[in-house]
């Protein structure tokens, strides 16, 4: 039996149970046998939910960056470890190997340090999926430097928030960026951000686009002719396995996004572990996973994860539909793909295409179809499974967050049965439970509740940069003892688990989250909006799409209703990014409140739902005649 590379379900039920009774030995065999330290820990684990406090490899001496580069340099230093598409899908594939991209991570390291990049500093990344990005997060890795990597299909006013959150004196960032047959100028909306944020003394700038852009004396700086001036090594920083890594940002229930701080050592054995399994990964493989290096996603199995075992790992510029809806398929024979990890927004987007998309190309070279971010429906399940992997690779259905850090419950493929929308068992380690509304623990299968987490694993996010009181007030207070994570589950007879969504006011929508409160403080901003409030409904391609009920002020009214519509979606794109734009906005004239003022959300999601028949007691409204207003309003 091998703890590590897990074969069959009696060997998964053999090392989980091993994990859940003594996970202390389990977790140092795992660390102690697959990494390499630069000093080994004091005490595997240290751990307190009341604090919250979580200690994984204390004491231990590490740098990511040689478990994902340096140790690989012997054996495998010709092998490609990024291999980047383009945008375009005439230009040519770049393969990186580990011993190139050791080289320019060095020397991305020696030049942030020029620019005044030290330990424990933070670094703002605002860059398009091009090398440059991964070089830069493991650039900060190696330096002991805390990367922040904001997606850049966020807004200047989005990015601002950010920088200034975890007080960042440097951007990386690039002139341009591609997305399909558009040019986004990033450099413009660094440039309007920094306005507010003027700390920052340092923007280096990658070229991708060529496009003119402004470059401030004095702050802003080329990054090529650094690059290539700069010395080609490096050593790595020696950091403490509790250091903070990265900090990440993710919507929350409540205006500010909650800057997630993750460690070196927990993140690194339990990405790099999770890799290795929910992949099945092998030495030859070619590993895809489209999501963007800006969500969790992408830090954790697109680099750290895939680079922490020698693998192959695609990085892809581009669009699912550019320049037509079979360019995933076309990639995927190109590359000969072994692992396809994607979400089901794009599933179902690329399913409702001709079919002839996916038949042009050969797909044999799959052995994992992963998804990830949002729960998949059975249709798009079964779309992916028979069309995708023809019914012989396995569809794991991934569930996790940016606070989990890693995969929390999957089938492992070749292992678990797999069933359409279950993410099935736990992964090894990890200890879900299932609360009702009293707050206790649910132990029967076959029932429905809030799932939390009971016990810490590696790589959980350790806080919130900056407000620790706020980390324990939205993941350890609600339950006690346990970490909750936000979401419903199911659980089967036999112990499978379906997740069924969001219980609080983030909304996943083409399997990004967001938060309802930043969306309303962005439309409250328009001159002309009284009072708003945002739900989710069902949409075939988004998995929910956003329903904004608003309601405006006198002035307001006299307006063009289309005009307004489009300015409060601009005032969205404006402070948090198009991701987060209004599908469909009715003007009511007043919103449901409680007698305490609180907008009862509910009763609008089932009017947003269509779902008017079951809307529950609302006598205990404040103004319950409003109610059916909205609901004529909406026929
Ligand atoms: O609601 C769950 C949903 O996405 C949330 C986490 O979002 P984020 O932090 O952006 O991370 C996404 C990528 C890991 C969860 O609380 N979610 C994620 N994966 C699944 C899912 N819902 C159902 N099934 C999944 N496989």
């Known amino acids: ?157 989005a990015l601002a928030t950010r920088i200034n959150d975890c007080d960042c004196k440097i951007v990386i960032t690039s002139d341009g960026s591609y997305r399909g047959a558009k040019i986004l100028d990033l450099k413009s909306i660094v440039d309007s951000a920094l306005e507010e944020c003027p700390q920052v003394s340092h923007v280096l700038v990658a070229k991708r686009t060529g496009q003119k852009v402004q470059m401030k004396a004095g702050r802003d700086k080329w990054l090529e002719p650094l690059m290539e001036q700069a010395y080609a090594d490096f050593p790595a920083e020696i950091m403490n396995a509790e250091d903070p890594l990265f900090i990440l940002y993710t919507s929350g229930s409540t205006g500010k996004p909650k800057g997630m701080v993750h460690s070196c050592g927990g993140y690194m054995v339990y990405t790099a572990y999770t890799f290795k399994n929910i992949f099945q990964y092998r030495e030859e493989d070619i590993f ?16 750290y994860g895939p680079l922490a075992n020698g693998a192959t790992t695609v990085m892809f510029e581009g669009i699912p539909t550019y320049p037509d809806s079979g360019r995933f398929w076309e990639i995927i024979q190109k590359h000969k793909i072994t692992q396809f990890y994607t979400a089901p927004t794009a599933i179902r987007a690329l399913a409702k295409e001709s079919l ?80 009702d509304d009293a707050g206790n623990e649910i132990y029967e299968n076959q029932t429905q509740g809030k799932l939390c987490i009971k016990f810490p694993w590696p790589s959980m996010a350790r806080s919130i940069w900056g407000d620790h009181e706020r980390y324990k007030n939205t993941y350890f207070t609600a339950f006690d003892n346990c970490y909750f994570t936000g979401d419903g589950a199911f659980r089967d007879e036999v112990g499978y688990y379906r997740i069924t969504g969001r219980v609080d006011d983030v909304i996943i929508v083409s399997g990004h989250n967001l938060g309802t409160a930043p969306i309303e403080d962005a439309i409250n901003e328009h001159p002309a909006v009284a009072e708003s409030a945002i739900v989710g409904y069902p949409h075939d391609v988004k ?77 205990t409204l404040l103004n319950p005649e409003v109610v059916q207003n909205i609901i004529d309003a909406t026929s």
Request: glycine fraction near 6%; aromatic fraction near 10%; include cysteine.
């Open 356 to 435: 002839d998309f996916v038949t042009k190309y050969d797909l044999t070279s799959l052995k994992v179809l992963g998804s990830v971010g949002e729960p998949i429906n059975e249709e798009a399940w079964h779309w992916y499974n028979n069309n995708i992997g023809k019914g012989q690779s396995p569809v794991v259905d991934t569930w996790w967050q940016t606070e989990t850090g890693g995969i929390m419950i999957s089938p492992i493929p070749y292992v678990t049965p797999t069933t359409p929308t279950f993410a099935t068992f736990p992964f090894i380690g990890i200890q879900p439970a299932l609360m």
């Open 1 to 157: 039996m091998s703890n590590y590379s897990i074969k069959s379900l009696e060997e998964y039920f053999q090392v989980y149970r091993k994990s859940v009774r003594d996970p202390e030995t389990f977790w140092e065999e795992i660390a102690e046998e697959h990494f390499d330290w630069r000093r080994k820990w004091d005490n595997v684990l240290q751990w307190d939910f009341s604090k919250p406090q979580v200690k994984w490899f204390d004491g231990a001496q590490l740098n990511i960056t040689e478990n994902c580069l340096d140790r690989h340099l012997q054996i495998r230093g010709h092998k490609t470890a990024i291999l980047f598409e383009p945008n375009d899908p005439q230009a040519e594939a770049e393969h990186i190997t580990y011993r190139d991209l050791h080289e320019r991570v060095c020397r991305m390291c020696n030049v942030l340090k020029e620019n005044g990049v030290s330990r424990g500093d933070r670094v703002c990344i605002y860059l398009p999926m091009i090398p440059e990005l991964a070089i830069t997060v493991l650039a900060c890795a190696r330096i002991g430097a805390i990367h922040s990597v904001v997606f850049a299909g966020f807004s200047s006013n």
């Open 288 to 303: 895809w996973c489209t999501a963007d290096i800006g969500w969790i996603t992408g830090h954790s199995y697109i680099v």
């Open 543 to 619: 998995g929910n799409a956003l329903y904004g009920f608003i309601t405006l002020k006198e002035f307001g009214e006299t307006r063009d209703r289309d005009n307004l519509m489009k300015e409060i979606n601009q005032k969205i794109a404006e402070q948090i990014g198009p991701i987060a734009k209004l599908e469909k906005i009715l003007f009511v004239d007043g919103l449901p409140k409680t007698r305490s003022g609180k907008i009862m959300r509910r009763i609008l999601r089932k009017i947003a739902s269509n779902d008017t028949e079951n809307l529950g007691d609302i006598s």
